[in-house]
């Protein structure tokens, strides 16, 4: 499909009954909003199962804030830092005299081009499967009307997948030149000295650990008693370790009172409500997100957003409304492009009255890619203690994996959580080289049907050697020998 088809707009005068090929008195049977991992993984399912789909998209490439503004550029730009600093800081570089200090523009050159890469497959997929890009804000006018830009289109149902944006509080002045949030901080094109993070949630503390691998002074200010409390608690200790050793200040239970840009672009302070300030050459405002659901028109369909901009649905993805779906970061936790791709698909599979999908809608891995990486997937200790599951647990040590000592990357457990009669596999918490690749062998294991899920199949396995895989032997080992 090309361009001009694309942008073909509704004749208002003469609805289209059934000549569009979508068998409905409405231009589209599924209307999306928002071209992210969301709104793809609706419009890719529902075209799929032969509904006449269209995607409406403000901003003028496809892809969504995963692509341009959060996942896509923030992976890229970690790749280039950790990959840099890696060669620099190499023993053997270095006493070859090999000093160099990349700029920030160096660091971000890669990126454009890999997200330039993600749009063409993307926009490639929706060419293929005949589904039109309407280019355009989209905000509703009736129950089974949007408005893009001045076109209207009629379609059966819809899918709201339009994603959030950092949160700015009013009292935050991020036009000051030293102010960013995790959009604007992408525009950075000279490397500060210091920066102060504010929020250590998972954006926090991947910028967090990012920068610092540069070798910039870095204040982590936690609104909350530990860093990523959703975690596990040994995982969290390991990951305070390793942030602390690496340099960065963190601050535990402070809350912000006001932040000042200093003259010009020459700082920021941060003053917190314990009394204490803080002043850097820059300041991340990384606490929390707001659902992008203002100019959408929600009052025309009555819906009514929370506080935070974010919709609430029930099991099936669908809104107060019946035929309005959504999906993805509008309607919050997880929050992750993951979660989001396979909310989507759900939700169609859902209009399309298909029972013979089995989404794992609850089976959702973590992975957080600090300095080493973090993920996990199934129950915390916490939560197995808390349910008084009867668990014992298998750890493997990455520094005593061969592959881990030949790489270099030798910080990093595995634990198997599991129950101690059954020996199902019941939690996998990684953190370490690789991490968020390896914890997808132990997901695949919990998945199984009983009796196929226990650490048996750790043991029983004959994995490559040597491989970071192979931890899951030993952990699973470790576990048994605990057994009486
Ligand atoms: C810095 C950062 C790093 C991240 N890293 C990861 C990670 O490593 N792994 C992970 O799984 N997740 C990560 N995430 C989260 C992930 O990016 C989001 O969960 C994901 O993008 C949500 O997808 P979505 O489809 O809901 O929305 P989005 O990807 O945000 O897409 C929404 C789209 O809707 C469009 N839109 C909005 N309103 C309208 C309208 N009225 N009309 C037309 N179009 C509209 C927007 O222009 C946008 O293109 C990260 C996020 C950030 C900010
Ligand atoms: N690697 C990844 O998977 C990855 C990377 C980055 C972001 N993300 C996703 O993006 C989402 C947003 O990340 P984030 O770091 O901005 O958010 P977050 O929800 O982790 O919180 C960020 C900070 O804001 C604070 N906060 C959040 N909601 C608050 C509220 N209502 N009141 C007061 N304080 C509040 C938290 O205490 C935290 O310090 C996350 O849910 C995450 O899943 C994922």
């Known amino acids: 499909m090309n361009d001009s088809q694309n942008d073909t707009p509704h004749d208002d005068s003469a609805p289209c009954v059934s000549s569009n090929g979508s068998g409905t008195a409405h231009d589209f049977n599924l209307l999306v909003i928002g071209s992210g991992p969301g709104g793809?993984?609706?419009?890719?399912?529902?075209?799929?199962?032969?509904?006449?789909?269209?995607?409406?998209?403000?901003?003028?490439?496809?892809?969504?804030?995963?692509?341009?503004w959060g996942t896509i550029p923030s992976k890229a730009l970690r790749y280039a830092i950790t990959s840099t600093m890696t060669t620099l800081n190499n023993p053997m570089f270095r006493q070859w005299g090999l000093r160099f200090s990349p700029s920030m523009k160096q660091l971000k050159q890669g990126t454009q081009a890999i997200i330039a890469k993600q749009v063409n497959m993307r926009q490639s997929f929706y060419e293929r499967n005949n589904v039109p890009i309407l280019r355009g804000e989209a905000r509703f006018v009736d129950d089974h009307t949007i408005d893009v830009d001045g076109q209207r289109y009629t379609a059966d149902h819809f899918v709201i997948a339009t994603g959030s944006r950092p949160y700015r509080p009013p009292n935050v002045d991020f036009d000051h030149p030293c102010i960013f949030d995790s959009d604007t901080i992408l525009d950075l094109d000279t490397k500060p000295h210091s920066i102060t993070v504010y929020g250590a949630g998972v954006i926090g503390v991947e910028y967090a650990a990012m920068f610092r691998n540069l070798g910039i002074k870095i204040n982590l200010v936690n609104t909350r008693d530990k860093l990523l409390e959703f975690l596990d608690d040994e995982i969290i200790d390991a990951l305070s370790y390793h942030l602390r050793d690496q340099?960065?200040?963190?601050?535990?239970?402070?809350?912000?009172?006001?932040?000042?840009?200093?003259?010009?672009?020459?700082?920021?302070?941060?003053?917190?409500?314990?009394?204490?300030?803080?002043?850097?050459d820059i300041v991340l405002w990384a606490n929390g997100r707001q659902g992008n659901t203002d100019t959408l028109g929600l009052e025309t369909v009555g819906l009514e957003p929370n506080s935070r901009g974010q919709l609430v649905v029930d099991d099936q993805f669908q809104t107060a409304r019946d035929h309005i779906y959504a999906?993805?970061?509008?309607?919050?936790?997880?929050?992750?492009?993951?979660?989001?791709?396979?909310?989507?698909?759900?939700a169609s599979m859902h209009m399309l009255g298909r029972k013979d999908g089995n989404l794992r809608l609850n089976d959702i891995p973590t992975g957080?890619?600090?300095?080493?990486?973090?993920?996990?997937?199934?129950?915390?200790?916490?939560?197995?203690?808390?349910?008084?599951?009867?668990?014992?647990?298998?750890?493997?040590?990455?520094?005593?994996?061969?592959?881990?000592?030949?790489?270099?990357?030798?910080?990093?457990?595995?634990?198997?959580?599991?129950?101690?009669?059954?020996?199902?596999?019941?939690?996998?918490?990684?953190?370490?080289?690789?991490?968020?690749?390896?914890?997808?062998?132990?997901?695949?294991?919990m998945n199984q049907p009983a009796p196929n899920n226990?650490?048996?199949?750790?043991?029983?396995?004959?994995?490559?050697?040597?491989?970071?895989?192979?931890?899951?032997?030993?952990?699973?080992?470790?576990?048994?020998?605990?057994?009486?």
């Open 454 to 484: 226990t650490i048996e199949y750790f043991v029983e396995t004959t994995f490559n050697y040597p491989t970071m895989a192979e931890a899951y032997r030993v952990a699973a080992l470790n576990g048994y020998n605990r057994l009486f």
């Open 327 to 346: 999906v993805g970061d509008v309607i919050g936790y997880p929050s992750l492009a993951s979660a989001a791709y396979t909310q989507g698909r759900a």
């Open 368 to 445: 957080i890619y600090t300095s080493p990486e973090i993920s996990s997937v199934g129950k915390t200790e916490r939560e197995l203690t808390a349910a008084r599951v009867p668990y014992e647990v298998g750890q493997s040590n990455f520094k005593s994996l061969a592959r881990a000592q030949i790489t270099g990357r030798t910080v990093g457990i595995l634990k198997l959580l599991f129950h101690r009669d059954t020996k199902e596999l019941l939690g996998v918490h990684c953190f370490g080289a690789n991490a968020s690749e390896i914890i997808h062998i132990g997901q695949a294991v």
């Open 247 to 280: 340099g960065v200040i963190i601050r535990h239970n402070e809350e912000f009172e006001s932040l000042d840009g200093c003259e010009g672009d020459s700082g920021a302070v941060m003053t917190l409500k314990s009394g204490k300030r803080l002043k850097t």
């Open 40 to 68: 793809e993984g609706a419009a890719m399912q529902a075209a799929k199962g032969g509904y006449r789909v269209a995607v409406a998209e403000k901003h003028p490439l496809i892809g969504g804030g995963c692509t341009h």
